[in-house]
């Protein structure tokens, strides 16, 4: 039996995985910071509009 | 008076080092700064592990008489169900400190660890289902060992469903502990189900108290992979868990002049 499919599918895999586990809270993290920027910008407005 | 003014000498607290650093862990804002300068190290030094690890377990590690070459799913399987394991553990941990000294910080570091322990629990059961089929003749039996883990699997996937099922982040945060906490009683059913069991699952080659059966030219690479993945798992659970600050203290001052000064 050639063992080779079955030892690159497992490397495979396990570069998939943790591949996607390091790079997914990178995107969460853009969302997050753009939000704040989002809400920084709303609470500069509103103490403009009060001033 | 003077006497006074030696008790009160006497009495007053040392500051240990160890209990400073646990006080300023504590603090989001310093938590913030110090894991950002500590990941980009924790990273580098995983690459490198695992390239050195791939290098000497893929090309230099020879074939097993037995298993012959399948024999290299090994450096990935191995560290990734150990890593499964120790995240749990440390996660039981987490969770016990978090419910009874109520850290904050313990509940984020716990929460931060589940999505890794249950990568890494995937990639051991997948790694494992591809080399039990050339070694076994079959990609998956319903052995005390696998199942086990695969309950581990569904553990991590609870204490995640869990938190995100419940919108106050405290109260899903301890709700999660307690779900980890509980679980914890999975870990040693998983380490001595060869023992308890007739399993297909071989029994451990490697001991820390008695001598490894494995070879001295196989052992490091697995060892050199092993340390990587703990790397792996320090660099990913800090990143995660600087993150989930920022996204519960949104609306705090740190968190605004964080961001306001990576936007500058």
């Known amino acids: 039996m050639n063992h080779a499919p079955f030892i690159w599918a497992a490397y495979a895999v396990g570069a998939v995985v943790l591949l996607w586990c390091g790079l997914a809270p ?3 993290k853009n969302t997050i910071r753009r939000d704040i920027r989002r809400l920084i910008q709303l609470e500069e407005v509103e103490r403009d509009s009060h001033a | ?129 591809l080399w039990g089929r050339p070694t076994w003749g079959t990609y998956w039996v319903w052995d005390a060992r696998l199942t086990s883990e695969l309950v581990l699997l569904f553990l991590y996937l609870g204490v995640i469903g869990l938190h995100n099922a419940i919108d106050e982040p405290r109260k899903a945060a301890r709700a999660a502990c307690l779900l980890a906490l509980v679980g914890a009683v999975n870990l040693p059913i998983i380490h001595y189900s060869v023992k308890w069991w007739n399993t297909l699952h071989q029994g451990s080659s490697i001991s820390l108290t008695g001598g490894s059966s494995i070879d001295t030219s196989m052992l490091w690479p697995l060892l050199i992979m092993a340390v990587a993945a703990k790397f792996y798992y320090g660099a990913n659970l800090l990143t995660r868990a600087r993150i989930k600050l920022l996204e519960q203290d949104m609306r705090k001052g740190w968190v605004k002049n964080v961001v306001k000064e990576q936007t500058s």
Request: aromatic letters at 14%; glycine letters at 6%.
């Open chain 2, 1 to 129: 008076m003077n006497t006074n003014a030696t008790t009160m000498t006497k009495i007053k607290p040392r500051k240990n080092w160890l209990v400073m650093f646990i006080h300023k862990l504590g603090s989001p804002p310093w938590f913030y700064n110090f894991s950002g300068k500590l990941i980009p190290w924790l990273w580098a030094t995983f690459a490198a592990l695992t390239i050195w690890g791939l290098y000497l377990g893929l090309y230099v590690a020879p074939a097993d008489y037995q298993q012959g070459e399948s024999v290299r799913i090994m450096y990935l399987h191995v560290p990734a169900a150990w890593m499964s394991m120790m995240i749990y553990g440390l996660m039981a941990v987490m969770s016990f400190i978090a419910l009874v000294w109520r850290i904050r910080m313990m509940e984020i570091l716990m929460m931060s660890s589940a999505p890794i322990g249950a990568a890494f629990t995937i990639i051991a059961l997948a790694s494992g289902s």
């Open chain 1, 26 to 28: 990178l995107v969460r």
